[in-house]
T-cell receptor, first 109, second 115 residues
């Protein structure tokens, strides 16, 4: 059963753009990809959601290639407060959720 | 606005004991979810509910039961706790049904230790 995979961790510096990729090889044509952010001792918080091509909101962009086997969360000009764990979530077959194991982003001064 | 509340915040439980984790939302959301989060494994869905009176199984439902008597409450019960159920449990809700790809709003979590 296909699930999601992400890098375990990433380091960045303040002001840089960060791209985090999630692989979801067997995603169906009508399944959405969602990204969440989680700080220690808190529940995850919604960042962005997309279906295909590109989606942008006030905090991030989401790029989804034509084959939809992966997606990339882009955080422009990160700050120290963006240090968190980032999860991609894919909904398979209408009621099967699979969170990735999360990417721990460490933003350095 | 409270959003989602969970109780207790943390609990240490002897193996074999029964335990109910409480979850209440005040957003009048239709769907609710229970996840467990273990180090290195991300979040895994235990059970979900699309509306009051209906529930469904997620990825890891064994050893857990849920009920949805009304819109606001979605308790999770461990009938006979085992050490492998030591985890952080998150409750979440979304405005629309599970299959409609809604944003989920998460509670603060319950840290459960089973000895």
């Amino acid at each position: 059963l296909a699930k999601t995979t992400q890098p375990i961790s990433m380091d960045s510096y303040e002001g840089q753009e960060v791209n985090i990729t999630c692989s979801h090889n067997n995603i169906a044509t009508n399944d959405y990809i969602t990204w969440y952010q989680q700080f220690p001792s808190q529940g995850p918080r919604f960042i962005i959601q997309g279906y295909k091509t590109k989606v942008t909101n006030e905090v991030a962009s989401l790029f989804i290639p034509a084959d939809r086997k992966s997606s990339t969360l882009s955080l422009p000009r990160v700050s120290l407060s963006d240090t968190a764990v980032y999860y991609c979530l894919v909904l398979y077959n209408f009621n099967k959720f699979y969170f990735g194991s999360g990417t721990k982003l460490n933003v350095k001064p | 606005i409270a959003g989602i509340t969970q109780a207790p915040t943390s609990q240490i439980l002897a193996a074999g004991r029964r335990m109910t984790l409480r979850c209440t939302q005040d957003m009048r959301h239709n769907a609710m979810y229970w996840y467990r989060q273990d180090l290195g494994l991300g979040l895994r869905l235990i059970h979900y509910s699309n509306t009051a009176g209906t529930t469904g199984k997620g990825e890891v439902p064994d050893g857990y039961s849920v009920s949805r008597a009304n819109t606001d409450d979605f308790p999770l019960t461990l009938a006979s706790a085992v050490p492998s159920q030591t985890s952080v449990y998150f409750c979440a809700s979304s405005e629309d049904r599970v299959e409609n790809y809604n944003e989920q709003f998460f509670g603060p979590g319950t840290r459960l230790t089973v000895l």
